[in-house]
Structures are given as structure tokens and as C-alpha cells.
């Protein structure tokens, strides 16, 4: 590790820590655990010290690098690369069901007809909340305020067809 002059081996951690903390989580892909993105986000960044000017804020940097460097990994992975398939190979997506709408072996398991439940719940709801349902639906990062209003109208609108 090449730690800048200006900063000891624990600040140069410290802020890389926070770096890969804030940033890591919003790249979670099915198949990676969110604990195997943090520690490449860190050995990334760890090589990225290379590069680093430092007459320029290290956190800055390193958020630029680590964001550009997981963008080129979902690219490269998850979509194709020839100009006349500009479609979806694999949805990148969060790997816990936490915050998902229904559990599809539950639904399952259950009683309710799953496609019956969506059915409802895109006929009732709203306008105002369908780009972000839809994006929670196909696993598209969605702000957690957000996420937890477009769940909760989901939740009632489900409750009042009696799917409680």
C-alpha cells in the first residue's frame, strides 16, 4: 500500500473504510455477498493509492475511482457489448429478499395467487409510485425513504383486497 505523505497508514484505512462503506453497498449483484463487494471495493481502492495526487481531497478521489470502477464491472458483466443488443443478458439486483415485495416461494407456499397479488397492485397502484415500484420489482437501486413509501402503499393496497 502506497500511503500518501501527508497521512499515517490509520487515517489512510480510515477514509478508505468510509469510502468502500458508503459506496459498496449500492453495488450488490445476485451472487455476491455484500461482504465479498466491500473487501474487492477495498482492495480496489488499495490500488487505486497508486494513482492518487495528493494535493487533492483522498476521499474524492477514491469515491470517484471505486464508483467508476463497479459501473465498468456491471457493464462488462451484466450487459452486452454489440451495438444491435442494447438489452438486458442478466438483472443486476440486491441479493437479500430484504424489502422485497413478495417472496416468491412464500407466495407460493401460501394460499394467494402471486400473479393475481401483482395484478391488483398494478391495477390500484398510484402513478406517482410506478417508476419506483417497478424499479424495486426488478431490483434497481431505489432511495430507502423511497423504497419504504412505494412498500408501505403496496402493503395497504394489498391489505384492502384482503391479501393480509
Known amino acids: 500500500m502506497k500511503i500518501p505523505s501527508n497521512m499515517t497508514e490509520a487515517e489512510v484505512t480510515k477514509e478508505i473504510n468510509a469510502v468502500v462503506n458508503k459506496i459498496a453497498p449500492k453495488y450488490t449483484f445476485y451472487g455476491f455477498e455484500k ?19 495528493p494535493t487533492r481531497p483522498l476521499e474524492n478521489f477514491l469515491s470517484v475511482h471505486l464508483s467508476n ?8 458483466n451484466y450487459f452486452t457489448r454489440h451495438e444491435e443488443e442494447k438489452r438486458r ?4 439486483g440486491q441479493l437479500s429478499n430484504e424489502g422485497n415485495i413478495l417472496d416468491e416461494q412464500i407466495a407460493q407456499e401460501s394460499r394467494f395467487d402471486y400473479k393475481e397479488m401483482a395484478a391488483v397492485v398494478d391495477l390500484k397502484l ?13 431490483d434497481v437501486y431505489v432511495p430507502k425513504k423511497r423504497k419504504e413509501e412505494v412498500l408501505e402503499t403496496v402493503k395497504e393496497i394489498l391489505g384492502e383486497q384482503g391479501y393480509a
Open 35 to 53: 461482504e465479498d463487494i466491500k473487501q474487492e471495493s477495498f482492495m480496489i481502492c488499495m490500488d487505486a493509492l497508486e494513482r492518487y495526487d
Open 69 to 76: 470502477r463497479l459501473k465498468n464491472f456491471v457493464r462488462d
Open 89 to 92: 443478458v442478466v438483472m443486476p
Open 126 to 138: 398510484p402513478a406517482d409510485f410506478r417508476a419506483d415500484y417497478l424499479k424495486i420489482v426488478n
